[in-house]
């Protein structure tokens, strides 16, 4: 356990609806990011948070993504009017700093039927 | 060789025997790469990181080689062991403009089966 925790640890929703995942990173940790991985794959960056700062989001993350991080604590993804080519895992992870040893969570599995 | 998909690069090993994963990068600008351990459900695992002033680097039971002229990075397992069976991923950071924050590149890959 890296001390990153992650809720739900598995999601199925059907094409078209909106979900929320959550994460809580350790507690001292003021850097946040979400990866999202698909099977075969390694782990592609979305988005970074610098403690509630949203300082940068990548092309994958469309205008159906969104992630807050309210008040430089938990974070949320949200995804809005999911589409089939969104099932992956969603992974969380944080950082102190410095050279970035990111600790990744176990991660949300979505599935969109 | 190199794979896409799932058809991820594979290594078996008998148990007690040193193992080595490689992974090439991509961009000579990195200076700081991790090494990942994955098992099945889980999420990535750091086991070793190395930065680009440095070439090699030991932890426990682990080394990471880093050839900077080839960008080739390099993951030695010593007396591998059945909980070692998982995918390995390397991972590559790049100081973007001074600023260096966890936007890791990874690599496909490889899955590492020890047979007992």
């Known amino acids: 356990d890296t001390g990153v925790s992650q809720d739900p640890r598995h999601k199925i929703t059907k094409r078209g609806q909106n979900v929320t995942f959550r994460c809580d990173p350790i507690?001292?940790?003021?850097?946040l990011y979400w990866y999202r991985q698909t099977l075969g794959q390694g782990p592609e960056f979305l988005t970074y948070?610098?403690?509630?700062?949203?300082?940068?989001k990548s092309r994958l993350l469309s205008d159906r993504f969104s992630a807050e991080r309210p008040k430089g604590s938990f974070s949320t993804l949200e995804i809005q009017r999911t589409e089939q080519g969104d099932s992956a895992m969603y992974l969380c992870?944080?950082?102190?700093?410095?050279?970035?040893?990111?600790?990744f969570g176990s991660g949300t599995q979505l599935s969109v039927l | 060789g190199e794979s896409v998909g799932l058809h991820l690069p594979t290594l078996s090993v008998q148990e007690g025997d040193n193992s080595i994963i490689n992974c090439a990068y991509s961009?000579?600008?990195?200076?700081?790469f991790i090494w990942y351990k994955q098992e099945s459900g889980k999420g990535p695992q750091f086991i070793i990181d190395?930065?680009?002033?440095?070439d090699k680097r030991q932890g426990q039971r682990v080394t990471v080689l880093l050839n900077k002229t080839v960008k080739h990075l390099s993951l030695q397992i010593a007396a591998t062991q059945p909980g070692d069976s998982a995918v390995y991923f390397c991972?590559?950071?790049?100081?973007?403009?001074?600023?260096?924050?966890?936007?890791?590149?990874f690599g496909q890959g490889t899955i590492l089966t020890v047979h007992p």
């Open positions: 948070f610098q403690n509630e700062a949203q300082l940068e």
């Open positions: 961009n000579s600008a990195s200076d700081y």
């Open positions: 991972a590559e950071n790049t100081n973007a403009g001074g600023t260096s924050y966890g936007k890791l590149t």
């Open positions: 507690s001292e940790h003021n850097r």
């Open positions: 992870a944080s950082s102190l700093g410095g050279w970035e040893k990111l600790f």
């Open positions: 190395i930065r680009s002033n440095m």
